[in-house]
């Protein structure tokens, strides 16, 4: 008797743990199963050994002696006793599991799980703080990964540091539920490294867990997936098995590459020669573990950067692209790789290709927040303004204080022609980050296309007299020039811009300055033109190179308008019209350097036609704010 309900309660227990699993079931879950069961066992003896001694009367003429005298339990009957005992304390746990399902599933509905992983504080040697940044940039990843909980970005949550707030002030300020903090002491000479984190409900101050992780720096990584699921449970989110598989089966570097993998992303993006700094940290955990995904996916990152920042030339492109490709051939699970990938192909001639791999990463990554702005920001360079729009206010709740996110729902709404949220993004990217230097370039370029330039032009005059020698204040000048009729001031900016970068290639810099030089000469000038028809060339040449380059294509019809090339000019305007939000609809009707193509009936049908898609454009975005109020969270919405 015992044996059978044993082995039947083993295959229970079996089925319990895939079905919990699949439920998203709390762990207790299996341990409520194992204990009805175990009292199951009694009952199953008594009546097992009631039923025995019971006898069965076949015949009615059989001896009542016989008839009382104990029998034993016939197969059958055992079987059957066994069973009905065990498919009875299943029966109650599935009713207790039914229950969590259909009323937990409508908590959770009801309560979003949320954290902010403030910046763990390294308690070892300060050249040790690239470590404690590292790993919590990487848990910080790992609970990325888990659909159900929103994880605050860490642009937004470096601004903290331990102390300086209570719980209470950063939920309220960053609109999450849970906090993590924890400190981090790094011991590399005895091969340790050791972990103290809590965990705190903003909402009441109180710790909800608390632990530490006292183990062989070997064991990291282990640490980082193990503390990431413990969360999960504790905040009862739903973790789903593929999400489960991703954090706990890391494919992980060798330590030696892991220690200069974080040294180089403790310098990434903090300027040229930091990042030559970070490019030859990773190319060093490439060479010490070549199989390490996270290593190739860095390197194709910080070359990226260089290119951005104008310090590579276009040939590290097609290199980037090889280091990213090598990245998801190693690790296809990996997000940062398809996040390196999506930055590669939008620099090459594939950037076609770049929105799947954007979407991949997102896929893997949910709260992937430097993908979400990158792929808004590809939509916007094609006039999508509707799918953009989204993807950047997901990108803003998960990182309120990066202005990266603001700045590209200012960019969307001027896609759409609506000034006034046009102005009220931007100003609040500006209030997250004095110093970001585009919203002062984005706010004037938009203006200018919106038809506010005397206001345009002020702010363009304010930007470049705090920033004299930086590029992109001096574009903006020029152009805001040329649209107020000051043809010295837009000389002025223009052959500054030229002496700082005589070939930026970002937004065809060089190409325009060159453009603003023949347009507002006095006189002719053949070493001018001379510079602007190599500019062409050269910009047509990257094009080819690189055929979806959106900044290149808008150029070019304004380069070729000025060079006195009608039919180049109306070509390219068709085309850059398909890619163009409303605000630079409004650039082309208003430019003074597309003059002498004004009256072509082309340009006024490539114009209509853009304004048309323009339009409904504006009527999705319009039907889905209006049935999903996606702004109700925010501290300050958007003007209605």
């Avoid at 954007?358 to 006039?383: C, D, F, K």
């Avoid at 190599?534 to 990257?542: N, V």
């Avoid at 090339?565 to 085309?575: G, K």
């Amino acid at each position: 008797m015992l044996g059978v309900y044993a082995a039947g309660s083993w295959v229970a227990l079996e089925v319990v743990d895939v079905l919990g699993e699949n439920l998203g079931l709390p762990d207790w879950f299996f341990g409520l199963a194992l204990g009805l069961l175990v009292t199951g066992v009694p009952l199953a003896l008594i009546v097992g050994l009631r039923r025995g001694s019971e006898g069965t009367m076949e015949d009615a003429g059989t001896d009542v002696r016989l008839q009382d005298a104990p029998r034993p339990a016939t197969p059958r009957s055992v079987w059957r006793t066994a069973g009905v005992v065990g498919v009875g304390a299943l029966a109650l746990w599935g009713a207790v599991a039914a229950g969590w399902v259909i009323f937990g599933a409508a908590d959770d509905e009801l309560v979003e799980a949320s954290i902010a992983v403030l910046p763990f504080e390294n308690l070892g040697n300060s050249e040790h703080d690239y470590f404690a940044s590292g790993v919590h940039d990487d848990i910080l990843t790992q609970l990325s990964k888990i659909g159900a909980l929103r994880v605050i970005s860490r642009a937004s949550v470096l601004r903290y540091r331990p102390g300086e707030k209570t719980a209470r002030e950063i939920g309220d300020q960053l609109d999450v539920t849970t906090i993590l903090e924890g400190t981090v002491r790094y011991d590399p000479d005895n091969n340790r490294v050791r972990l103290v984190v809590q965990l705190i409900d903003t909402s009441t101050d109180d710790h909800i867990w608390a632990d530490r992780y006292d183990r062989t720096l070997d064991d990291v990584f282990e640490i980082q997936s193990e503390l990431a699921l413990t969360i999960a449970r504790e905040l009862r989110t739903a973790l789903r098995p593929e999400e489960e598989l991703r954090i706990s089966d890391r494919r992980r570097p060798t330590t030696e590459a892991y220690d200069l993998i974080l040294r180089g992303r403790e310098l990434y993006g903090r300027g040229v020669r930091q990042n030559e700094a970070a490019i030859r940290y990773f190319r060093q955990a490439t060479q010490e573990d070549p199989s390490s995904a996270e290593a190739w996916a860095e390197l194709a990152n910080a070359w990226g950067q260089q290119l951005q920042l104008g310090a590579a030339t276009r040939d590290w492109a097609d290199s980037m692209a090889s280091f990213a490709e090598r990245a998801v051939e190693l690790d296809p699970e990996l997000p940062l790789a398809y996040k390196a990938l999506g930055f590669a192909y939008g620099m090459t001639a594939r950037a076609a290709d770049a929105v799947p791999a954007y979407e991949r990463a997102l896929e893997l990554n949910p709260n992937y927040t430097t993908v979400m702005i990158n792929l808004s920001g590809r939509h916007w360079n094609r006039g999508r303004c509707a799918e953009g729009i989204r993807l950047a206010l997901q990108a803003h709740l998960l990182s309120p204080l990066n202005p990266w996110p603001a700045g590209h729902l200012g960019d969307h709404n001027a896609c759409l022609g609506r000034i006034d949220e046009t102005r009220h993004w931007l100003e609040s990217a500006r209030s997250i980050e004095p110093d970001w230097i585009w919203s002062d370039y984005f706010e004037a370029t938009y203006l200018l296309g919106l038809g506010s330039i005397a206001e345009a032009d002020s702010i363009a005059a304010r930007f470049v007299a705090s920033r004299p020698d930086e590029r992109v204040a001096l574009l903006v000048e020029a152009e805001t020039a040329v649209f107020a009729g000051d043809h010295d001031g837009a000389r002025s900016a223009s052959g500054r811009l030229l002496e700082l970068a005589p070939d930026w290639y970002f937004m065809a810099g060089s190409a325009r300055a060159h453009a603003n030089l023949v347009f507002t000469a006095s006189g002719a000038d053949g070493s001018e033109m001379a510079g602007l028809l190599s500019a062409i060339a050269r910009e047509e040449e990257r094009l080819r190179a690189t055929p979806d380059s959106p900044y290149r294509i808008k150029a070019l019809p304004i380069l070729h308008a000025v060079a006195g090339n009608r039919e180049d000019a109306i070509l390219w305007l068709e085309r850059a019209a398909e890619l163009s939000g409303a605000a630079e609809i409004g650039s082309y009707a208003r430019d003074p350097r597309l003059a002498s193509i004004r009256d072509d009936a082309r340009l006024s049908a490539a114009i209509e036609k853009a304004r048309s898609r323009l339009a409904g454009e504006l009527a999705s975005v319009e039907r889905w704010e209006a049935e999903t109020d996606p702004y109700s969270s925010l501290r300050q919405a958007p003007p209605q």
